[in-house]
């Protein structure tokens, strides 16, 4: 994302979870993309039992959506994790550091009782940006 400036700052800031940026500046001319919420499930509607099954079915989906605007996981400039319990950050740790290659967005990662789709247990929405 050489377009995009991502601004870490760990020397002057707290290191982030998962070492995601304290900010990312979109220029101007920039295409934005903003997903709904993906959970889970499958085309067929099913939810897997296990969160890393999840998101990994969150991330295909994200994937797609990407696509659909000619854009992929190096477009995004900022994840919104929600989680029904913190031990799924390591999942999504280790699903979003192997499908992002060393790229790391800002990320707000929220803790939440519960979702309205029963077995849901994360939810994923993305922010992306790609300069014409």
């Known amino acids: 994302m050489p377009d995009l400036k991502v601004h870490t700052l760990n020397d002057a800031i707290c290191r982030h979870f998962n070492n995601a940026a304290h900010g990312v500046e979109i220029p101007p001319g920039a295409r934005v993309l903003f997903t709904n919420g993906q959970v889970g499930a499958r085309p067929d509607g099913t939810v897997p039992d296990n969160p890393a099954e999840q998101l990994e079915v969150i991330f295909e989906r994200l994937k797609t959506v990407l696509a659909a605007s000619d854009m992929g996981f190096g477009d995004v400039v900022r994840f919104t994790v929600y989680v029904?319990?913190?031990?799924?950050?390591?999942?999504?740790?280790?699903?979003?550091?192997?499908?992002?290659?060393?790229?790391?967005?800002?990320?707000?990662?929220?803790?939440?009782e519960g979702f309205p789709r029963p077995g849901v247990q994360v939810e994923v929405e993305v922010i992306a940006a790609r300069v014409a």
């Open 84 to 112: 029904t319990d913190m031990d799924i950050l390591d999942d999504y740790s280790r699903i979003s550091q192997r499908l992002l290659q060393g790229h790391n967005p800002a990320a707000i990662l929220l803790i939440v």
